[in-house]
């Protein structure tokens, strides 16, 4: 199983970008997806969640008004929709097969794949 995220790149603060995890090796749609941010310096953050088959989606307060996650099944896709991007936003940003222990999202994987790099300037 592999996941391989896209879509990454340098924007204005106010700025909008979208990012792409396609997967291989499983069907997106019968496990949950989490997208997760790592800036320099920083712990891994759990960003937001799609669920298994019925889609529900969570987010962190963080991100929570700016950020849509997505899924788009034909495609084995899910996507994060970022918009109103700030500085703070600048980070490598992956996606995993995810479980929640209630308070926070863990990657089911033992490895993050190479990410995807958001940069936002001020």
Known sequence: AQLVESGGGLVQAGGSLRLSCVASGFT??????GWFCHALGKEREGLSC???????????????????????????????QMNNLTPEDTAVYYCTQVGTDGSSWYSLFDYWGQGTQVTVSS
Do not use: Q, W
Not at 28 to 33: A, D, G, N, Q
């Open 28 to 33: 997106v749609e019968k496990y949950p997806i």
């Open 50 to 80: 799609i669920s298994s088959f019925d889609g529900a989606t969570d987010y962190a307060d963080s991100v929570k008004d700016r950020f849509t996650i997505s899924r788009d099944n034909a495609k084995n896709t899910v996507f994060l």
